[in-house]
């Protein structure tokens, strides 16, 4: 069964920084794109980053330069670092995989900016 457990969400002020960790249990992590979405109220889920199993990353245009994605297979985890935080910015994050055979979201981690 596949497992994802988000942490690091919290309450930070406009420009300030947030790490997101994100553990995967169940699946040969070093092989899938992992990836990072929110969810902001009355808003639809988006993509913030992506990265494949190579270490490439995407971004979402409106975090490009400010966030950025990263992998340890060794501890099979992936890893959001959020600098220059906006009060838009302000959403749950959800960590996810898709395999094969199943897509699987964490349970959500909330990310607040607010002066």
């Known amino acids: 069964q596949v497992q994802l457990v988000e942490s690091g969400g919290g309450l930070v002020q406009p420009g300030g920084s947030l790490s997101l960790s994100c553990k995967v249990s169940?699946?040969?992590?070093?092989?899938?794109?992992m990836a990072w979405y929110r969810q902001a109220p009355g808003k639809q889920r988006e993509l913030v980053a992506d990265i494949t199993r190579s270490g490439s990353s995407n971004y979402a245009d409106s975090v490009k330069g400010r966030f950025t994605i990263s992998r340890d297979n060794a501890k099979n985890t992936v890893y959001l670092q959020m600098n220059g935080l906006k009060v838009e910015d302000t959403a749950v994050y959800y960590c996810?995989?898709?395999?094969?055979?199943?897509?699987?979201w964490g349970q959500g981690t909330q990310v607040t900016v607010s002066s």
């Open positions: 996810h995989v898709q395999t094969l055979t199943s897509t699987t």
């Open positions: 169940g699946v040969i992590f070093r092989i899938y794109t």
